[in-house]
């Protein structure tokens, strides 16, 4: 059992449907025969949600630190001593105050590699604010908390895989934030990210445009001429596979996604609504570039179906299955390479191989 996978997971906001979510892909049994599962919340806050669910027969395993975790239970470490007033489907400020002790605390083991993962479940980015976070989301956090340099926000799903040049930014702000360099970088981190987490040889990546039509050859914008299509030619000298810049209704309308393994959309809307429209309830958010392996599901706090028992686990499940698949892929692959034994230039990977040579 030592070789199963530790998930670490912040509950969200308590007043949201992250709590509801958790305890129900966590009632799974099946979920304990591919991880660890350790949630970073409160006991007490947990019966509260329980209760409302009427999940009479689930309880969790209490430790004090990740290393006592039960790989046949669902583990949980308290991260606070005092009481929490719930209310369900409120954004309020102790929705972002629980949030922000369970995603450090989680962190924190994170980073000290006392998990192997972490997912996310869903905060209030306007609760949450205070001195200790001063950050658009999850992902910009965590960047920071890693010492990354970059990051790419990577929606992941069976179908379709799509990531952002330009994140949680406002909209008039897009078309000065995307640059050259940025557009190559994020086609680095696309094409890392599918050779390394999805095990993808040779990734073909398509590109976005940001005007209506890709500009129509300048005709509603230059963005596409001087910006967009330099940076896709200097990302496919360097050996990635990028085409584009495509215009965006059709290139999804038509079925052309289909035809790649991923696609950099220029920013958020762009990328998120026809992601989110094709496969919402599968959805999942990955965070590219970072150190560690950080999932969430595809989804925000569900205010208004808090605490009815209405809320979907399946984007929540694909968020764990997805970070224990990326974990392994990565563990495989370092194996591998730890493996090779190189003779006269040639990489050997097996015994059987290193037998062959020698004869």
Same mark, same amino acid.
């Given at each position: =059992?030592?070789? %199963?996978?530790?998930?670490?997971?912040?509950?969200?906001?308590?007043? $949201?449907? $992250?709590?509801?979510?958790?305890?129900?892909?966590?009632?799974?049994?099946? #979920?304990?025969?591919?991880?660890?599962?350790?949630?970073?919340?409160?006991?007490?806050?947990?019966?509260?949600?329980?209760?409302?669910?009427?999940?009479?027969?689930?309880? /969790?395993?209490?430790?004090?630190?990740?290393?006592?975790?039960?790989?046949?239970?669902?583990?949980?470490?308290?991260?606070?001593?005092?009481?929490?007033?719930?209310?369900?489907?409120?954004?309020?400020?102790?929705?972002?105050?629980?949030?922000?002790?369970?995603?450090?605390?989680?962190?924190?083991?994170?980073?000290?590699?006392? #998990?192997?993962? @972490?997912?996310?479940?869903?905060?209030?980015?306007?609760?949450?604010?205070?001195?200790?976070?001063?950050?658009?989301?999850?992902?910009?956090?965590?960047?920071?908390?890693?010492?990354?340099?970059?990051? @790419?926000?990577?929606?992941?799903?069976?179908?379709?895989?799509?990531?952002?040049?330009?994140?949680?930014?406002?909209?008039?702000?897009?078309?000065?934030?995307?640059?050259?360099?940025?557009?190559? %970088?994020?086609?680095? @981190?696309?094409?890392?990210?599918?050779?390394?987490?999805?095990?993808?040889? *040779?990734?073909?990546?398509?590109?976005?445009?940001?005007?209506?039509?890709?500009? +129509?050859?300048?005709?509603?914008? *230059?963005?596409?001429?001087?910006?967009?299509?330099?940076?896709?030619?200097?990302?496919?000298?360097?050996?990635?596979?990028?085409?584009?810049?495509?215009?965006?209704?059709?290139?999804?309308?038509?079925?052309?996604?289909?035809? /790649?393994?991923?696609?950099?959309?220029?920013?958020?809307?762009?990328?998120?609504?026809?992601?989110?429209? #094709?496969?919402?309830?599968?959805?999942?958010?990955?965070?590219? $570039?970072?150190?560690?392996?950080?999932?969430?599901?595809?989804?925000?706090?569900?205010?208004?179906?808090?605490?009815?028992?209405?809320?979907?686990?399946?984007?929540? =499940?694909?968020?764990?299955?997805?970070?224990?698949?990326?974990?392994?892929?990565?563990?495989?692959?370092?194996?591998?390479?730890?493996?090779?034994?190189?003779?006269?230039?040639? #990489?050997?990977?097996?015994?059987?191989?290193?037998? +062959?040579?020698?004869?």
């Amino acid at each position: =059992m030592s070789d %199963k996978v530790k998930i670490g997971i912040s509950i969200g906001d308590v007043n $949201g449907i $992250g709590l509801e979510v958790i305890l129900k892909t966590l009632a799974e049994q099946k #979920i304990l025969d591919y991880c660890t599962p350790i949630v970073y919340g409160h006991t007490k806050v947990a019966s509260f949600h329980r209760k409302s669910l009427h999940m009479n027969d689930f309880a /969790f395993n209490v430790i004090g630190s990740a290393d006592a975790a039960n790989p046949r239970k669902a583990n949980m470490i308290n991260c606070w001593e005092e009481d929490v007033k719930i209310e369900l489907g409120q954004a309020n400020e102790t929705g972002g105050k629980y949030a922000l002790l369970s995603l450090q605390k989680a962190t924190d083991d994170l980073l000290a590699g006392a #998990i192997d993962a @972490l997912v996310t479940a869903p905060i209030n980015k306007n609760n949450i604010q205070s001195e200790n976070f001063n950050f658009p989301g999850h992902t910009e956090y965590l960047q920071e908390r890693s010492g990354s340099n970059d990051v @790419l926000m990577f929606l992941i799903s069976d179908s379709l895989r799509v990531g952002v040049v330009t994140g949680h930014i406002p909209v008039k702000e897009v078309p000065q934030a995307i640059t050259q360099e940025k557009i190559v %970088k994020k086609l680095q @981190l696309i094409n890392d990210s599918l050779k390394k987490d999805f095990w993808i040889e *040779k990734p073909k990546i398509a590109v976005l445009g940001l005007n209506p039509h890709a500009s +129509d050859n300048g005709l509603l914008g *230059k963005e596409e001429q001087e910006i967009i299509s330099p940076a896709i030619q200097a990302a496919f000298d360097k050996g990635i596979i990028c085409f584009g810049p495509y215009p965006a209704d059709g290139f999804f309308g038509n079925g052309t996604y289909k035809q /790649f393994d991923a696609v950099l959309a220029m920013y958020h809307d762009q990328g998120l609504i026809p992601f989110k429209t #094709i496969a919402f309830s599968t959805g999942v958010n990955y965070t590219a $570039g970072l150190k560690f392996v950080r999932t969430s599901p595809d989804h925000g706090t569900g205010y208004d179906i808090a605490g009815k028992n209405l809320a979907d686990p399946t984007s929540f =499940m694909e968020a764990l299955f997805a970070a224990i698949h990326i974990v392994k892929h990565r563990r495989e692959q370092e194996a591998m390479l730890g493996n090779q034994l190189k003779t006269g230039g040639k #990489i050997i990977e097996t015994a059987a191989d290193v037998k +062959d040579d020698a004869n």
